[in-house]
């Protein structure tokens, strides 16, 4: 048989043990069933990382194929299947097969015509069968598949939108919103106020609360949501007897008037909860606020919009002239700049109040979509938030953003401006997320939605300067799935803050981080950081098994000792494999240099199966012929093939120098 | 020195000889606190101790120095505003520094300091400093290096809010949040001194290599060497047009070469490092015990790597620090002692990962190996002797099993003969110089084939797999030993 006779075959290889999952539990049992390969002409390095590629789902720890195999609970779950060790007669070069099983299984979804044969070349268990089965299999491919989570319920208390139509159809008018709910207590003031309303300052009993109960009960179209009993503060109490003092009385408007907008401003003002937020005491008098509008109006009708309203940034009429608006904005904003008003009370009013202007500026520029084509744009890249306050480095806030978001989901954005409350998750709704990113890693591993899920999680913690244990599992959830997806960008920015955070003093799995780190600088031959992680580690850490793994790696590859480096790539706890698969390649051409200078005349091609940890003969020899060694093999008379070490001489070389050429990961200090 | 006519005469004084030395003592905060304070004092006119206001004192300043440099040719109105405004800031720092050991607002000090030398920088650019002055560049650029250490040593982690709005943020930056503001301050003084378009004799290029010395030394405190490079990388291109080397003064050179060779050493390039180093050693002065230890620090793994020879007892006799760093692990590779080396490069760890000199003292257990090789080697002894007369010829092929024991001497553990194999496998393929060390973190490994296959391995000879034996050449199988 020829050595390269593996084309046109698919391959089975049947994955197994994971020892951790992402969130750092120990897995008992497998939670996917073992997927189906098919590697047709691939050659078998890539195969390799087809393989890995098509476990994600199992979003389980990986071990070197095949290298520790447990007792597999596989087994009896497919019983059917013929027991591995009766297909090959022969045991193991290699200690472990023995007495591990190996299962085999083909896809337990579809199922396919499988016959297996004992693999060709090696004699060792048949950790790769071929079978002789072209259907694809989709199923790996779940990148493609976005998410079906709904999206967050929209937010609560935005009266419909169609309320601000149905009541103003006019662009010009009267610049103070009224609620829908308002609508039916405008249209009948005089049902809720004593006629005989007293006068006198001291005696007059404060008519609000009777009031209020009165509307209450009477619109026949309130919204069905109950409203609480409200306490009114002295302050509105003495608000409404100034407003009837007979000193600040006004002839030209009447008392209906009066009371129908003395009752609006505070029910709104309760509705906003901004009852004791308003100085009341400079707050203008209902008459006066009436003269204004009337003012207005009869300049609106020359200059349409510049409205102003009793308070600034109460929900404001939008005109067409969306520009002024957005100055109005700005200017809002530079005044008191939202994540100024970090707690309290002021910050629900702030939150509802945008939310109002949101759907408000929405709905008009739906009215004037072409004019707004482009800012609605931008909106939508703002995450549909007005913002035109941005600046390209925002200045330091005074004190972390305390959010107010309740929406599990949220795209990441690189923030150009102060982060807003409203946008921001506090970290017992991220806490909500974390759960279902999870669930949703596991269901479909969909790695570009995950990724910016959690980027937008780091985000918020950070703007929020939460830095606790939940930080620590946020980061290094992330890491792990990072790792497995090999985007070391990202894991190198979650690696780089997990050191920090440990430095805090929180509590993680700050060992195996550790020693993801140490075999990070080796793959990025990072000298300088790898002492200083030395200098860094204390005696307790260095006797851990990740990192002593992690010590030993560096130490043979720096005393160049292949071969206890293999054996320790074969022996890597957690996810740490992942890693090293990064960097076993240039490692093996360097141990090929090696044994092509010192072994003569030639070498067993098991030899270098073996020392080199490749999965089979086969994939040893493909590894010589993809660099340039297609002549080094011959085989003997009595089957075996050699590799002929005295006349590889400068072969490898050239290669060896190109894998060692300088690593260059995105993200990387 | 008081703002008085001392001060004012001082500092004619200088000027009339050009003197810069002299007159950067006139600027210098090394001074008692009870001194600092009689400068803040000095300044706030006859025995007042309430603060003058600063327009006065500006005043008064200019006024002494403009009286004292009367008579002197040369120095103008333009260069005079700028002397007030460094003796201004001066003035204002002395009466910080006065406070600072009771206060300890380092963070003021530095600030403060940081104006004083911005006034220096402000007066080369648009005062027209002469270069000559360049002595009082070196006085604040050194305190600005030690006032920012104080600071970030005296600073609590928490109390900066600068790094709010970035997605991660990085304790490291904030631990040395002044020092790195300084190296960049230092940098400005670099790039004012650099493009000095000056004549040689007159440019302030002269103050090159004291303040990049600064600047490595801020570089290496902060851990971040690739910054030095880059200033290496400047001062490469621009030798052309800066004056000789060897012209500076020897205390800078010393420095300066110190710093390269650390620099290469770090980067494993040896030969390089090696050049630098000796360069260094040669020029230190002779009493100057520290540095001349720093230098040996990385000079020694350094010759052990390029010529693997180590330090004599001679050598390291003055040393007792050095002697307890290196004979240990002397000894052992000297005698092939193996598991020894181990343990001893293990006790001594802290330490030498400190000086960042552990991994390259790690692959002295290749020379250790091969001198126990080699003991292997001559035990095996002779080839019967076939004629009478003839030359007796070594045993040259060796069980790989008799290495294997060797090995294990001493050790618990027991190795394999595969990893034995692998082990003389190194032997056989490493290269005595750096080019061909271990393949780890060395991305030029075998960036010079040819040159590796010329000096040859460790160790002349191969493996045969067959028969589990090694071949060892009958002409010098460890090359350089003799045998």
Redesign the interface.
């Known amino acids: 048989m020829s050595l390269l006779m593996r084309d046109r075959m698919s391959v089975v290889v049947v994955w197994w043990i994971p020892t951790i999952d992402v969130t750092g539990r120990r897995v008992k049992h497998l939670s996917h069933p073992p997927r189906l390969l098919h590697a047709d002409s691939a050659p078998p390095q890539k195969t390799r990382q087809r393989l890995v590629r098509a476990l994600q789902p199992l979003n389980a720890t990986r071990r070197p194929l095949f290298r520790t195999l447990q007792p597999s609970p596989l087994r009896s779950a497919s019983p059917e299947l013929p027991n591995p060790t009766q297909l090959s007669s022969h045991t193991s070069v290699r200690t472990i097969h023995r007495h591990h099983q190996v299962a085999i299984t083909a896809s337990l979804t579809s199922t396919p015509t499988v016959f297996l044969r004992p693999t060709y070349l090696s004699e060792q268990l048949p950790l790769v069968f071929f079978l002789v089965s072209h259907k694809r299999q989709s199923d790996h491919s779940s990148d493609n598949m976005m998410p079906t989570w709904p999206t967050a319920s929209p937010p609560q208390g935005v009266p419909p939108s169609t309320a601000y139509a149905a009541t103003y159809s006019a662009p010009a008018f009267t610049p103070v919103q009224v609620r829908q709910t308002f609508g039916q207590s405008y249209s009948a003031p005089q049902a809720s106020y004593p006629t005989t309303h007293p006068y006198g300052p001291a005696q007059s009993p404060p008519p609000a609360p009777a009031n209020h109960q009165s509307t209450a009960a009477s619109p026949p179209t309130a919204d069905e949501q109950p409203r609480k009993k409200v306490q009114w503060p002295d302050s509105v109490r003495s608000y409404v007897q100034r407003s009837f003092f007979p000193a600040n009385m006004d002839p030209t408007v009447s008392k209906e008037e009066m009371e129908g907008k003395l009752k609006e401003t505070i029910m709104r003002a309760s509705e906003d909860n901004l009852l004791y937020s308003i100085v009341w005491e400079t707050m203008p008098l209902p008459q006066q606020i009436i003269k204004q509008e009337r003012e207005q109006r009869a300049k609106a009708m020359a200059y349409p919009a510049q409205a102003q309203t009793p308070y600034s940034n109460a929900p404001m009429p939008i005109s067409k002239k969306r520009k002024s608006a957005d100055l109005e904005d700005v200017a809002n904003l530079s005044i008191t700049p939202p994540w100024r008003t970090g707690q309290g009370a002021r910050l629900e009013d702030r939150v509802t109040f945008s939310k109002d202007k949101r759907q408000a500026t929405e709905e008009s520029s739906d009215n004037t979509s072409k004019l707004n084509k482009y800012e609605k744009r931008q909106k939508r890249f703002n995450g549909g938030y007005v913002s035109t306050y941005r600046s390209p480095s925002p200045p330091p806030g005074d004190g972390p953003v305390v959010g107010t978001c309740e929406k599990l989901e949220k795209s990441y954005l690189r923030l150009t401006a102060p982060p807003k409350p409203e946008n921001v998750r506090p970290p017992r709704v991220l806490k909500n997320t974390l759960e279902l990113l999870k669930k949703k890693w596991k269901k479909d591993s969909n790695y570009a939605y995950i990724c910016d899920q959690f980027k937008s999680m780091r985000q918020d913690l950070t703007v929020q300067r939460v830095r606790d244990d939940f930080t620590v599992e946020v980061y290094e959830i992330h890491a792990r799935i990072a790792l497995e997806k090999g985007d070391l960008g990202e894991y190198n920015q979650c690696q780089t803050q997990l050191k920090a955070l440990y430095k805090l003093g929180l509590k993680g799995k700050a060992n195996e981080f550790k020693a993801y780190r140490i075999l990070y600088f080796i793959h990025t031959a990072n000298r300088t950081d790898l002492n200083s992680v030395l200098a860094d580690l204390t005696p307790a850490e260095k006797k851990d098994k990740a990192i002593k793994h992690a010590l030993d790696v560096r130490s043979s590859l720096a005393l160049g000792n292949y071969h206890r480096f293999f054996q320790l790539y074969n022996e890597t706890p957690n996810m740490g494999a992942y890693l090293m698969d990064m960097f076993v390649g240039r490692e093996r051409l360097a141990a090929l240099c090696n044994i092509c200078k010192a072994y003569k005349p030639d070498v067993p091609l098991r030899f270098v199966t073996e020392e080199l940890y490749f999965e089979s003969d086969m994939e040893a020899a493909q590894f010589i012929i993809d660099n340039g060694g297609q002549d080094l093999l011959q085989e003997k008379e009595d089957g075996t093939i050699v590799f002929l070490t005295g006349k590889a001489g400068q072969t490898f070389e050239s290669h060896k120098a190109k894998a060692f050429a300088r690593v260059d990961i995105k993200g990387q200090i | 020195m008081e703002f008085g006519p001392a001060l004012y005469h001082e500092f004619g004084e200088a000027w009339k000889t050009r003197d810069g030395y002299r007159l950067a003592k006139t600027i210098s905060p090394e001074l008692t606190p009870s001194q600092l304070s009689s400068i803040w004092q000095s300044a706030n006119g006859a025995g007042s101790y309430k603060a003058a206001r600063d327009d006065d004192v500006k005043a008064a300043i200019k006024r002494g120095l403009s009286s004292s440099s009367a008579r002197l040719d040369g120095i103008g109105q333009k260069e005079i505003k700028g002397w007030v405004e460094v003796y201004f800031a001066y003035w204002q720092a002395a009466g910080i520094l006065a406070q600072v050991q009771q206060t300890s607002s380092w963070t003021n000090a530095y600030e403060q300091w940081k104006v004083l030398i911005n006034a220096l920088i402000q007066g080369y650019n648009s005062h027209e400093f002469e270069a000559w002055t360049i002595p009082c560049l070196y006085v604040a650029g050194k305190h600005l290096r030690l006032f920012a250490m104080q600071a970030d040593e005296h600073i609590s982690v928490n109390d900066s809010?600068?790094t709010?709005?970035?997605?991660?943020?990085?304790?490291?930056l904030q631990k040395h949040q002044k020092l790195e503001d300084c190296a960049r301050v230092l940098n400005k003084v670099f790039t004012i001194c650099l493009s000095d378009r000056a004549p040689l004799e007159e440019s302030r290029k002269w103050g090159l290599y004291y303040i990049v010395n600064l600047l490595f030394k801020t570089y290496f405190k902060l851990?971040a060497?690739g910054l030095s490079k880059n200033v290496l990388r400047i001062l490469t291109a621009g030798r052309g047009d800066m004056p000789d080397f060897h012209a500076f003064p020897k205390s800078q050179q010393v420095t300066f070469k110190y710093h390269e060779g650390v620099l290469c050493f770090?980067?494993?390039n040896y030969a390089e490092a090696e050049k630098h180093l000796t360069e260094a050693w040669n020029t230190c002065h002779k009493d100057a015990m520290r540095n001349k230890e720093l230098i040996l620090t990385y000079l020694i793994p350094c010759h052990l790597i390029t010529t693997h020879t180590l330090p004599t007892e001679k050598l390291l006799e003055p040393y007792p620090r050095l002697q307890k760093l290196f004979l240990p692990l002397s000894r052992c590779i000297k005698q092939g002692e193996l598991h020894k080396f181990d343990i001893a490069l293990q006790e001594a760890?802290?330490e030498f990962?400190?000086r960042?000199i552990?991994?390259t003292l790690?692959?002295g257990?290749?020379i250790a190996l091969r001198n126990l090789l080699r003991k292997v080697f001559i035990a095996g002894g002779f080839e019967p002797v076939a004629k009478e007369g003839d030359k007796p010829v070594r045993r040259t092929r060796i069980p790989v099993a008799e290495f294997a024991a060797a090995i294990s001497l001493g050790s618990e553990e027991k190795v394999d003969n595969?990893?034995v194999?692998?082990?003389?496998?190194?032997m056989?393929?490493?290269v005595s110089q750096n080019y061909a060390l271990?393949?780890?973190?060395?991305?030029?490994?075998?960036?010079h084939?040819r040159l590796s296959t010329l000096i040859g391995?460790l160790i002349k000879g191969?493996?045969?797999?067959e028969r589990s034996i090694v071949?060892l050449s009958k002409s010098g199988a460890f090359p350089g030993t003799g045998v």
């Open positions: 809010s600068a709010a709005f970035q997605d991660d943020f990085d304790p490291e851990n060497t770090l980067e494993e760890e802290d990962v400190k960042r552990y991994l790690e692959r257990r290749d595969d990893e194999e692998c082990l003389l496998a190194n056989i393929y490493k271990p393949s780890m973190f060395l991305p030029g490994a075998s960036r084939p391995g191969y493996i045969s797999r071949v």
